[in-house]
């Protein structure tokens, strides 16, 4: 058994950004079930939202946040996190972030991009990378710090909890197991909010202008209703794609300001100079998680959740372009001394934890009945949970779900317990939450559209969904 102060699970820039700042408390594990820098951060290509120019202010950017989230922010944690922003930009520069900048009469400022649902440029980003290169700065500050463990290729199985372990005092989070096992990568390649930002233009297969007949804002709606255009477009014309044209942008700025996206491109037969790229809707953020509040903890004393996995409030029915990287950043912090307040050194004490018992017969189809679920999953969360829903689909969903979970649970616990069957276990209970939250809201809100109950219902569904186990 290894003993920490804190327990870190992910190494995105939530949980990086909580170890740097918890480090100054006691020691910190940072664990994750893969490499240090594999992390949905690394992907964030567009930037990071913050209010940084005299051009814009924070009240504008609760506005827009409020806007794309349709009515279920927490408008009290958007002015937090958003007027907190500047703060943690400043300490993402210490550890070495350099953010893209320009030079105007003379002097250099920060190089401001702009993404769907803001009003005003406040996007700051290191070219297209702008999340990898924060995972890499951060990682390199972890490596740096002597309290820091950071325990790659390790996957978290189940928290181990007060209750649990049978005491009779307030149930808290003590720790949880993991397992340590190597395990494969699958990668794919997706395409940057910011080209439609900075001008790209969403058009057809005849190369039409579609998006105006669906937002004013046109191609730089927010990105739930740019998914659904695209989705009846798509499903009116026959066609597998619509295209993303920037054609009328010079070369010369697209690789500057695009030069990994730029280069995949070509790698794909695409000079997006010369040619609009295809694009279809793809499931990109999960908006919803652990109910907390802005400091990040969550009902269960001692576990608090960060960044995606978390439900705040700021995000609401649809998060607003590049904000997840700037409530992570924030909401670290805050956790950080939350949990400094709450869980002083002197208040340690041993506790003999048992071993963490389930199946041991190894199954040769193993890897086959895991993929198969895998991909069933997939395939069903796809066609009956996707962009536009129907109770009808949803229920069939949820049908099916209910009997994987149990093939799913009884292979759990009578075979040995591997990365591949918890990634399983893990993928069927959050598509069984979110098929279950979906049924229970009788309208349509943000990200969430129903044909059913095509209207937003203020009277009865403004307000979020938490679902517990009984």
Aim: one cysteine or more.
């Amino acid at each position: 058994m290894k003993e920490f102060d804190f327990v870190v699970v992910g190494s995105g820039i939530a949980g990086l950004s909580f170890a740097l700042k918890a480090a100054q408390h006691g020691s910190v594990a940072v664990i994750t079930k893969r490499k240090g820098a594999d992390s949905n951060t690394a992907w964030a290509q567009g930037g990071i939202a913050c209010v940084t120019s005299d051009e814009d202010s924070f009240e504008l950017h609760v506005r827009d946040t409020l806007e794309a989230g349709a009515g279920l922010c927490d408008e009290q944690v958007v002015r937090t996190i958003v007027t907190e922003g500047p703060e943690a930009i400043r300490e993402l520069m210490e550890v070495g972030v350099h953010f893209d900048e320009r030079e105007v009469s003379g002097h250099r400022e920060l190089d401001l991009g702009r993404e769907g649902g803001h009003s005003k440029r406040r996007v700051l980003h290191v070219q297209d990378v702008t999340g990898r290169e924060i995972e890499n700065k951060l990682l390199a500050a972890l490596g740096r710090s002597p309290q820091v463990q950071l325990l790659e290729n390790h996957t978290a199985i189940d928290l181990i909890t007060a209750a649990k372990l049978g005491f009779a005092t307030e149930d808290r989070c003590l720790g949880l197991y993991s397992l340590d096992e190597k395990t494969g990568e699958i990668r794919s390649f997706l395409i940057s909010e910011t080209v439609r930002g900075e001008g790209g233009i969403l058009r057809d297969g005849r190369g039409e202008d579609f998006m105006p007949r669906y937002h004013p804002r046109g191609s730089l709606a927010p990105r739930d209703v740019v998914a659904r255009a695209i989705d009846a477009e798509i499903k009116r014309s026959g066609a597998q794609c619509v295209y993303l044209d920037i054609t009328h942008k010079p070369e010369a700025f697209l690789r500057e300001r695009f030069p990994h996206i730029f280069e995949t491109c070509l790698q794909l037969g695409i000079d997006m100079s010369r040619q609009p790229i295809p694009v279809v809707p793809a499931a990109h953020y999960q908006c919803g998680g652990i109910k907390t509040d802005v400091n990040g903890a969550s009902s269960l004393r001692g576990l608090y959740a960060i960044g995606e996995v978390a439900c705040t409030g700021l995000h609401g029915a649809n998060r607003l372009a590049s904000n997840s990287l700037l409530e992570g950043v924030v909401v670290a912090r805050r956790a950080s001394a939350g949990l400094a307040r709450e869980f002083p050194k002197e208040q340690d004490h041993k506790i003999a934890l048992p071993e963490w018992v389930s199946g041991n017969v190894q199954n040769v189809d193993e890897l086959v009945v895991i993929y198969h679920n895998w991909d069933e999953i997939r395939r069903l969360m796809w066609d009956y949970v996707g962009v536009v829903r129907t109770d009808k689909r949803l229920q069939r969903a949820a049908s099916r779900l209910r009997n994987l979970q149990r093939e799913i649970r009884e292979f759990y616990w009578n075979f040995k317990v591997s990365v591949d069957l918890l990634e399983l276990r893990n993928l069927a209970t959050v598509a069984a939450l979110i098929v279950d939250s979906a049924l229970l809201r009788k309208e349509s809100r943000g990200l969430h559209y129903t044909l059913d109950y095509p209207q937003t219902d203020e009277a009865h569904f403004r307000h979020d969904f938490v679902l517990s186990r009984g």
